[in-house]
């Protein structure tokens, strides 16, 4: 399924550089246990993003929405 991810995240300092705001959004084809299991680990890991993103070292507020998008044959009909 194509799903949308939107990751906001609030009061960000990287490379040791404070920015008050990130937006990242993409488009990724998955399906439902991936999703299950990004947002498994989104909800129960401890410093989730610092650890996979270089250079990440703080983040205030931070959230992940995922929306499933209509397939081109779908929006069609």
């Known amino acids: 399924m194509k799903v ?6 609030d009061d960000v300092v990287m490379e040791d ?7 990242l959004d993409w488009v990724s084809e ?7 299991d990004v947002s ?3 909800i129960t ?7 996979r993103m270089v250079g990440l ?3 205030g507020e931070s959230s992940l929405t995922i929306e499933p998008l209509e397939e081109e044959s779908d929006a069609q009909l």
């Open 57 to 59: 070292s703080r983040v």
């Open 45 to 51: 890991t401890q410093n989730f993003l610092t650890n």
């Open 40 to 42: 498994h680990k989104w």
């Open 4 to 9: 949308k991810f939107v990751l906001t995240m």
């Open 30 to 36: 998955v399906d439902q246990e991936e999703i299950m």
């Open 17 to 23: 550089r404070r920015i008050d705001q990130v937006i």
